[in-house]
Nanobody, 126 residues
Framework: QVQLGESGGGLVQAGGSLRLSCAAS????????MGWFRQAPGKERDFVAA????????SYADSVKGRFTISRDNAKNTVYPQMNSLKPEDTAVYYC???????????????????WGQGTQVTVSS
C-alpha cells in the first residue's frame, strides 16, 4: 500500500506561481500513474493533471493547460505540479492520487485511483 502526502500549498497573488509536492511511501511508487485533483468550496472534485509511471506521458485539464506542468522524480518518490499564472479560480484544496495500470483514457477519472493524499490548500487572491 502507498501513502501519499501533499505539501507546498499556500496563499499567492493572481499571476503568481506555486509548486506543490506529493511524497509517497512504499517501493511501488515508480510503477504508479499519479494524478492531481482539486476541490473548490461547494464544488465537486475535478481532475487537474496526471503523469504516467515513467513520466513519458502527461494529461491536463483544459483549464490548466499551458499554465501547469506535472513532473515526477521516481528516485525521490515525489510528483510535482508546477503551477504558473495562477488565477483566483484556481483556489481549491489540491489532492494527489496514485495507482497501478491507469491508461491515458482513465487518468482523469477519480475512481481510477485507490490511493489519495489528505490535500493541501491553495488560495489565489485577486
Amino acid at each position: 500500500q502507498v501513502q501519499l502526502g501533499e505539501s507546498g500549498g499556500g496563499l499567492v497573488q493572481a499571476g503568481g506561481s506555486l509548486r506543490l509536492s506529493c511524497a509517497a511511501s512504499g517501493r511501488t511508487f515508480s510503477s504508479y500513474t499519479m494524478g492531481w485533483f482539486r476541490q473548490a468550496p461547494g464544488k465537486e472534485r475535478d481532475f487537474v493533471a496526471a503523469i504516467s509511471w515513467n513520466g513519458g506521458s502527461t494529461s491536463y485539464a483544459d483549464s490548466v493547460k499551458g499554465r501547469f506542468t506535472i513532473s515526477r522524480d521516481n528516485a525521490k518518490n515525489t510528483v510535482y505540479p508546477q503551477m504558473n499564472s495562477l488565477k483566483p479560480e484556481d483556489t481549491a484544496v489540491y489532492y494527489c492520487a496514485g495507482d497501478h495500470f491507469i491508461g491515458p483514457n482513465t487518468r482523469a477519472t477519480m475512481s481510477s485511483y485507490r490511493y489519495w493524499g489528505q490535500g493541501t490548500q491553495v488560495t489565489v487572491s485577486s
